[in-house]
Every structure is written in C-alpha cells, then in structure tokens.
C-alpha cells in the first residue's frame, strides 16, 4: 500500500505539471490527475492480492503453483486494472456532468 500511495502521489504530480505545460485548466487537470493516482494505487493493491492469493488457491487445488500461476496471475491484473481505471474514469466523468 506505501508503494502504491508513492507511486500515486509521484503520478498525481506529473500528470498536474503535464497539463499545466499543456496549457489545459487546472480543474480539468486535477480530475485527470485524481483518476491516475487513485486507479494506480486501486491497481496496485488488487496486483498484490492476486499475487499473493493465486499460488495460495492453486496448492489447495493440488496444481503446482509456480507454474500456474503466472498466466493467471497476469490476466487478472491486466483485466481488472483496465476495469478499475475506465470504471473511475467513467464515474468521474459522469459526476461532473
């Protein structure tokens, strides 16, 4: 969770500065900005559980799970890290309008 929180705040700073030199407002940067830190650190935090959880349900399921796991573990943080972002973007973006 720190690592994500880090990573957030250094996102959440580049993404203002960005489009700032841009030329965009500052309000329409702040909401830009408020969805990458937050689906970031969201992303982050389900990587971690899916990494940690995977292994453990594929050794309940008597498969070797330093084989198995990979693949799965991959799908599922690419999925639901697309989820996550376009699910914050679009409910920003409705709560504005």
């Known amino acids: 969770m720190i690592n994500g ?46 990494g940690s959880l995977v292994p453990l349900l594929m050794n309940i399921l008597h498969v070797d799970p330093a084989t198995a796991s990979g693949p799965f573990i991959t799908t599922i943080n690419d999925i639901l890290s697309l989820l996550i972002y376009f699910g914050l973007a679009s409910a920003m973006i409705s709560g504005l309008s």
């Open 5 to 50: 929180l880090i990573i957030a705040i250094g996102l959440f700073v580049m993404v203002l500065v960005f489009n700032v030199i841009k030329g965009d407002s500052l309000s329409q940067g702040l909401n830009f900005a408020l969805v990458i830190a937050l689906s970031i650190q969201l992303a982050l935090i389900v990587a971690t559980l899916a």
